[in-house]
């Protein structure tokens, strides 16, 4: 991947932007709405590694970007689920 080109990623569920810079950064426009309430936007409350994008988010990344942490997928779906079934 070109380092100077910038990839911009759409959420398919929630519409959360993330760019995708030159040298891997990331920014993001909005935050994936999914993950409203779940203790992973809450920087505060966890020491790693706020996740600021949901799994469908992930999952329209290009091949070769990690954004979910391998092992983390099934524990932010149940957390989303987990805050969803209380509301
Ligand atoms: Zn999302």
Redesign the pocket.
Known sequence: MEASVTTKIK??????VLILGGSNTIDQEAL????KGTKYLDYARISSPGLQ??P??SDAAPMGVSLLPPGYRTEVEAEIARVENSA
């Open positions: 959420c398919p569920t929630c519409g959360a994936c709405v999914r993950l994008w949901c469908d988010l």
